[in-house]
């Protein structure tokens, strides 16, 4: 009977082992003090991770490994316990020498005398996440040239529009064509074409700081969301961009590679739908004057 008893204990904490996750007991007293009475389990994230430490004060170390997570899981902790609801959230484990973690963690709270206990466990998503990451970009991205989609764009400039509202601040688009981009096509084939998109693709994302978005609309057409830049201001970068785009070398061995650019900046409370047209038909302003040239909407 005791061989069973013995049999079945070695069972079970081989099944404990071989696990893919953590299961695990974590206590914070109320005057904030964390550690984990209990810490065992597979995965790969367990392997890096001082459980010594953990035992006796984890919150020192917790907050190192989670860095910018270590707010939001503290949050969660506070609304599992004070509503004595499921502690359900996720966060990235960093560490020095080794690739970071995603890690899930699902328990349930129970309060004690000195504060409260959760029991549950932790399960690695690193794989889940970087699939999802992989399925965003997918979603938001030009395949051609790597830049925002319409899509993206339009989510980035909805965000951009309604700050703009509500701080009084300018924001001003820019629409790029590609001046006689069917002649590439038909003088040196679609992939002649398709290199040109992409090297102006590049070269537009460097002429622009980080909190510009460069986007791709399709075809030829590009357009620059410039948060807190007034029409005035548009002009005198749309102006540089194109000159330092009619010097590049777009290896096409025929010429240079000239822009029409149509700027507009928003007018609180009108739609996006519109905001774009204006700048759209600016765009067309400039192509229908001779080309290579800025135009603007009053």
């Known amino acids: 009977m005791s061989a069973d008893k013995d049999a079945m204990t ?6 404990v082992l071989d696990l893919p996750g953590v299961i695990f007991q974590f206590h ?3 005057d904030g003090h964390m550690h984990f009475s209990y810490l065992e ?9 001082d459980r010594r430490q953990l035992a006796i004060d984890a919150g020192g170390l917790l907050e190192q490994l989670t860095g910018e997570h270590y707010p939001s899981i503290m949050a969660a902790l506070e609304r599992s316990e004070r509503w004595q609801i499921p502690l359900a959230t996720r966060f990235r484990l960093t ?3 080794a690739s970071p973690y995603w890690i899930a963690i699902s328990a349930k709270p129970t309060l004690t005398d000195g504060g409260c206990l959760w029991r549950g466990m932790m399960v690695d998503i690193s794989d889940q996440v970087a699939e999802e990451q992989r399925l965003r970009k997918l979603c938001d991205t030009d395949p051609l040239t790597g830049l925002p ?10 965000h951009q529009a309604s700050l703009s509202a509500r701080h009084a601040t300018p924001l001003a688009i820019m629409m790029l064509d590609i001046d006689h981009f069917k002649q590439f096509n038909d003088r040196w084939g679609h992939l002649q074409g ?3 998109l992409r090297r102006l693709a590049k070269h537009t994302q460097r002429s622009f700081r980080c909190e510009d978005m460069v986007a791709r609309l399709g ?4 357009v620059v969301v410039l948060p807190l830049t007034t029409l005035d201001q548009s002009v005198a970068l ?8 009619a010097s590049c070398d777009f290896g096409t061995g025929q010429g240079e590679v000239t822009l029409s650019i149509g700027l507009a900046e928003y007018r609180a409370g009108e739609t996006l739908e519109r905001f774009i047209d204006r700048a759209d038909q600016a765009l067309y302003g400039a192509k229908g004057t001779g080309r290579d040239r800025v135009s603007t909407t009053p």
Do not use: C, I, W
Not at 41 to 49: K, P, S, V, Y
Not at 219 to 222: N, R, S
Not at 238 to 245: F, K
């Open 194 to 196: 398709d290199q040109v």
């Open 238 to 245: 749309a102006d540089r961009l194109r000159h330092s785009v």
């Open 10 to 15: 070695t069972s079970a904490n081989d099944l």
């Open 149 to 158: 989609n319409r899509r993206k764009l339009m989510m980035y400039l909805t």
């Open 219 to 222: 075809g030829e057409e590009f």
């Open 28 to 30: 914070r007293r109320q």
């Open 95 to 97: 560490f020095p020498d």
């Open 41 to 49: 389990g597979g995965g790969r994230a367990l392997a890096t991770l």
